[in-house]
């Protein structure tokens, strides 16, 4: 694993009110990484991600990406440093197809005739989406409707989307949540295909068994600090747990 992270938080900390939700995170994300990000409700993970996503700004801390500091205002300037997000929820459009999902708020226009009206070009926003959906192994139609897909094919659209636009950085937030076991094991092989291609990823989940089967490292929080950072082959599922449960700050990596 190489020395310099992609991604570096140094010091973060964030209050909601009189809510402490994060205090003096130290965070790391090395280059082609899947990274585990842990911990129980309130943990802060959340809010964690959401300011490397651009959705909230810290009170105290800096960010660095390759070791230069950066000021993430939003999730425009988040996108422009090459990180992406695919929530819980999705955000697809279900009254439009794969490619045109894929280039929502980007689309490629062509003009009728030799008039300055334009319209969608449907074909070349298809075109260039087939190639993609086939290096990450989604045997997938472009023009498929996305409201007619299943729970599983609307991750892999979505993660296929954060892809095309180049990201370096893909934060992904419980992404085998809902999913039965064939589309789990799918949404799986597509983020460690992800690692191939040289993503780095970070993946948020409940579900142990996604970090232990496709994650190099875990990161633990908990009541809003970080309490542990364990390579995921020298550790267990009970000592991931312990960290969760009881917060104890042992830190095996960093010892």
Avoid: C
């Amino acid at each position: 694993m190489q020395t310099e992270p992609i991604l570096k938080m140094k010091g973060i900390s964030k209050k909601f009110g009189s809510v402490q939700a994060l205090y003096q995170v130290d965070f790391e994300l090395y280059p082609n990484e899947i990274l585990g990000l842990l911990g129980d409700n309130g943990a802060g993970k959340s809010t964690l991600i959401k300011i490397i996503s651009g959705v909230y700004a810290p009170d105290e801390g800096q960010i660095f990406i390759y070791g230069k500091p950066v000021i993430i205002t939003n999730p425009a300037s988040a996108k422009e440093l090459g990180i992406e997000t695919v929530y819980q929820d999705l955000a697809l459009a279900t009254k439009l197809n794969i490619a045109e999902n894929i280039f929502l708020g980007r689309e490629k226009m062509k003009r009728i005739l030799q008039t300055p009206i334009q319209v969608l070009d449907k074909k070349k926003m298809e075109a260039e989406t087939k190639p993609l959906l086939e290096r990450l192994r989604i045997a997938l139609d472009p023009r498929l409707k996305v409201g007619t897909l299943s729970g599983g094919q609307r991750q892999a659209t979505a993660i296929a989307k954060s892809v095309f636009w180049e990201a370096k950085i893909l934060i992904m937030d419980e992404p085998t949540a809902a999913l039965g076991v064939a589309e789990t094991a799918k949404v799986r092989q597509i983020i460690l295909d992800l690692k191939k291609h040289g993503a780095s990823v970070i993946l948020i989940s409940h579900n142990l068994e996604d970090v232990f089967s496709v994650a190099d490292r875990a990161i633990v929080l908990r009541g809003g600090m970080r309490v542990g950072d364990r390579i995921i082959k020298d550790t267990t599922r009970d000592d991931i747990v312990k960290l969760m449960v009881s917060g104890e700050r042992f830190d095996k990596n960093s010892a």
